[in-house]
């Protein structure tokens, strides 16, 4: 499934007119190789842990994290379709590989979706505070039940805008053999210390299909040093809806 064009521009203006009212000049947007000494990755880049907003709820982190830094998010949904519900779990792990690439793995419906996702992000551009940047990515898609077969390759990038207080992670992913395209956007912000409002649109499309978008809203708690907790809500405002509801329970964990 694809993204429909103006959400697609849409999202791709967000981040690039983000980005660059985020730096202070073109200079402040140097490639990783020129300033490699001076940043850090996401998990440490100018912030210290205290002072780090919340995962999304479903949206990739748009840098990788520090190098030997981890975090896991696990969710449980419960998702309304046709008169019925029916729970599942997700889950999202990440950590950072080197100083330039990140690694996820994740599966946001596990025993519904019969596939589950490696991906691999390299830190190609950043900001001079080391704050916000954009990464190329690969996405490898393989079989974890029966009902999946081969595994897809897909392309894109994230990228991340970073504020006083707030973030804006952003990502897109497309699938050449399937012409299948999907994306995410998310604000998350510390409204008060520990307190943290996340709003996500989430998007699919493909050939000859109608897209899909999705909105989320819900906030997120920290609960101690390590771990946050949230609740969220899901609901199509597309024309196509591929359920009725969906209710996020969530944990996110980091050490």
Not at 112 to 139: C, H, N, V, W
Request: aromatic share 10%.
């Amino acid at each position: 499934m694809k993204l429909q064009q103006p959400l697609l521009w849409s999202l791709l203006l967000v981040t690039a007119t983000g980005f660059a009212s985020g730096s202070a000049s073109p200079a402040a947007r140097m490639s990783l190789q020129e300033q490699d000494h001076q940043t850090m990755p996401q998990g440490s880049m100018g912030m210290g842990e205290d002072e780090e907003v919340a995962h999304p709820f479903f949206t990739h982190m748009g840098m990788p994290e520090a190098v030997g830094t981890n975090s896991l998010r696990l969710s449980g949904l419960t998702t309304s379709a046709d008169g019925r519900s029916r729970g599942d779990f997700a889950f999202h792990y990440e950590t950072g590989l080197t100083k330039l690439i990140g690694f996820h793995l994740r599966s946001d419906a596990f025993t519904t979706d019969p596939f589950t996702e490696a991906m691999f992000q390299y830190a190609l551009i950043r900001s001079k505070d080391g704050m916000s940047g954009i990464a190329p990515l690969i996405e490898f898609e393989f079989p974890t039940r029966q009902a999946g077969s081969g595994i897809k390759t897909l392309y894109g990038f994230s990228s991340t805008l970073t504020m006083k207080r707030a973030a804006i992670n952003q990502v897109i992913h497309y699938d050449p053999k399937e012409k299948m395209l999907e994306g995410s956007i998310a604000y998350v912000c510390e409204h008060s210390k520990g307190f943290y409002p996340v709003v996500e649109l989430l998007g699919m499309a493909a050939k000859g299909e109608m897209p899909t978008l999705n909105a989320l809203f819900g906030p997120k708690v920290k609960v101690s040093k390590n771990a946050i907790v949230g609740v969220a809500y899901e609901t199509p405002i597309s024309a196509r809806k591929d359920f009725g509801s969906e209710f996020i329970v969530q944990l996110e964990l980091k050490w």
